[in-house]
């Protein structure tokens, strides 16, 4: 294979090792071994080898996995499954063994700039950005999977943050941050070509706040990687509302609601934020914790992986309210576009689902 001498030494680690297998959040939900991070690695090993090609499901099962760093925060001795996953991607496409859905995907994403061919905004997501592209110092960056998948979402967040009186710019021609391109090729000329035009338009402002935290991620994270100069200081949503509710800006009264939060997993594991969000919904309510919570977060599902594998998502988001009944608790939030997508199409009967900025205007 042509990943790294370091992913070949991952995939040598976890191909005899189970003892991640139980935080997969794929792997519980299909209940099949192929959808751990040893599985995986034991196909991958065999490639390797030369048993093995890409054909007969491997290439299928490699994008099986959600990169949401589970087993990489649980693995005692620090191997890194997501880094051996996103290079044999990279591999896949090149040599042209990428899945059919998967070479479609990365057609309609070179074609629209997103994965789910979109060419043009919801009517009323249009409007509220109509009402905030003057040029100002904030850029309020929606990201695809909000624009496209969780338009409503996208507009409510833009109206609270009206309603609160920021000062703040959405772009209607707003570039893809190179989150899908990351996520479907790695690192490819393709990503570093999306994530360089999409920080000349960022570097246009002071300050950047990424309502998805995927984005965030790959600008605070991937960016650096590839030496792309990011002038503006980039900041999640959780953050940015955490500091506008201690700062009084945002002014909120406590509820008698018991909330439960969703923690991002690249919010919380790559970008180790955890406290910003609590600290916004302890302003509105009570706050208790899902049973897998910070850092040991259960991803919740995403609407890029449920263009290829919607059933799959359906069954990852189910087992997320069934963690939240087991705890005893009714309202979810969420701060990531992706995943409120996935948890509202399966949302259980009596069970409240709300965006993190839905609580605040709430409250
Ligand atoms: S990531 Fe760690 S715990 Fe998981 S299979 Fe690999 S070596 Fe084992
Ligand atoms: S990164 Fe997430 S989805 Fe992928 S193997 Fe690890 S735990 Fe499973």
Redesign the pocket.
């Known amino acids: 294979m042509l990943i790294s001498q370091k992913s070949k030494q ?1 995939v040598d ?3 005899f ?5 139980h935080i997969c959040p794929i792997g519980n939900a299909t209940g099949q071994e192929r959808n ?3 599985a995986r ?1 034991l196909t991958l090993s065999l490639v390797e080898r030369g048993a093995a090609d890409f054909s007969g499901g491997i290439a299928d099962n490699v994008y099986e996995c959600a990169l949401c760093g589970a ?2 925060k ?8 997501v880094k051996f996953t996103k290079e044999t991607r990279n591999e896949i496409v090149m040599t042209g063994a990428a899945p059919a859905y998967i070479t479609k995907m990365i057609e309609t994403l070179s074609e629209t700039g997103n994965v789910y061919g979109k060419t043009a905004l919801c009517d009323d997501l249009k409007k509220a950005i109509d009402g905030v592209s003057a040029k100002t110092d904030v850029l309020f960056f929606l990201g695809s999977d909000a624009r496209y998948a969780a338009c409503k979402q996208a507009k409510g967040a833009i109206e609270m943050l009206k309603g609160a009186g920021v000062k703040f710019t959405v772009l209607a021609d707003e570039p893809g941050s190179g989150y899908a391109w990351d996520f479907l090729v790695g690192a490819a000329d393709e990503t570093k070509n999306a994530m360089t035009e999409c920080a000349k338009a960022l570097n246009e402002f002071k300050t950047v706040v990424c309502y998805d935290p995927a984005d965030a991620k790959v600008m605070l994270r991937e960016y650096k990687e590839w030496g792309i100069e990011l002038k503006p200081e980039i900041k999640t949503f959780t953050a940015f509302l955490a500091g506008k509710i201690a700062d009084g800006s945002i002014k909120a009264a406590k509820t008698n609601k018991t909330l439960y939060f969703q923690d991002p997993a690249l919010l919380a594991r790559d970008l180790e934020e955890t406290q910003p969000a609590r600290d916004v919904l302890a302003a509105c309510g009570e706050v208790k914790e899902m049973l897998l919570f910070g850092k040991d977060v259960m991803w919740a599902g995403s609407s890029m992986m449920a263009v290829y594998m919607p059933k799959v998502m359906k069954l990852v988001a189910e087992r997320r309210w069934a963690d939240l009944a087991h705890v005893g608790g009714k309202v979810m939030v969420t701060a990531s576009p992706s995943e409120y997508a996935a948890l509202a199409d399966v949302k259980p009967e009596g069970m409240e689902l709300y965006t993190i900025e839905e609580v605040v205007k709430g409250c």
């Not at 090792?17 to 297998?21: A, D, K, L, P, S």
């Not at 649980?74 to 499954?81: F, H, M, R, V, Y």
């Open positions: 991952i680690s976890c191909r090792c189970w003892m991640c297998r751990t991070a040893r690695a087993c990489t649980e693995c005692a001795t620090g191997w890194d499954p």
